[in-house]
């Protein structure tokens, strides 16, 4: 059989073998730092090239691939108003839980996603008995590689040389922790998203504390409740 007509391993029973292709290509793509050639395409996905025009054509149509310099390809914008529309989806997956953290853990919860650059809090839950705690609006935002929630954020990320000493730590405990990053005196602990499948969702959940923190076993607690989240079908 060709390359052409071969199922692609993944691919369910019944399934549309051309929807799995294109949202193959379309992974490639994110997963690569560079535009890529409608060959290597071909190759990586394992069909002709003229099934990876055809893909192409579809996915340039909806904006989620655009057409760089030299017949090369990447992302389009239309994957981030993708994105973009699924955060209202992911704030309110993961409120429940980040009610259930600032009670139980008696500091403010948030839930943090990538925009850019910066960490922006998605959705921000205050201790409801706490008087003395740290308030924070939705929308606020920093550079990623300050706080603990930027640091969660990126060591889920593919691993590479100019990652500061902060995300490789995080990345052999699990969960990332600051100190008076954003605010002087305040402690962040932070875990990664992950959908179902094990991908990064590029958010994170986490507590901002200005008391002391058992920072293992918050860490723990958070691991925990970002694997709840991932069951849940986000």
Same mark, same amino acid.
């Given at each position: 059989m060709s390359a +052409?007509?071969?199922e692609p391993a993944g691919a369910s029973q019944g399934g549309s073998l051309t929807l799995d292709r294109g949202l193959r290509l379309l +992974?490639?793509?994110a997963a690569e730092d560079r535009d890529m050639t409608v060959a290597e395409l071909a190759t990586a996905l394992g069909v002709h090239r003229q099934a990876v025009y055809r893909l192409l054509t579809t996915l340039r149509t909806h904006r989620l691939v655009a057409e760089g310099s030299a017949g090369r390809y990447r992302l389009g914008l239309g994957v981030m108003q993708l994105a973009r529309q699924a955060n209202p989806q992911l704030r309110r997956a993961t409120m429940p839980f980040l009610r259930q953290l600032a009670e139980e853990l008696q500091s403010t919860a948030q839930c943090v996603v990538a925009e850019g650059d910066d960490a922006v809090a998605l959705a921000v839950v205050e201790p409801p008995d706490s008087v003395f705690h740290l308030s924070q609006r939705s929308g606020a935002r920093h550079p990623l590689n300050q706080g603990a929630s930027g640091l969660a954020i990126l060591m889920a990320r593919r691993a590479a040389?100019?990652?500061? *000493?902060e995300v #490789? +730590?995080?990345r052999d405990v699990g969960y990332a922790v600051s100190y008076g990053a954003l605010t002087a005196g305040a402690v962040g602990v932070a875990a990664p998203l992950y959908d179902g499948d094990g991908h990064?969702? *590029?958010a994170a959940i986490g507590i901002v504390s200005m008391a002391e923190v058992d920072v293992d076993r918050v860490g723990? #607690?958070?691991i925990e409740v970002a694997g709840l989240i991932a069951n849940a079908g986000i």
């Open positions: +052409e007509g071969r +992974e490639l793509l040389p100019a990652d500061p *000493d #490789r +730590e995080a990064t969702l *590029d723990r #607690r958070l």
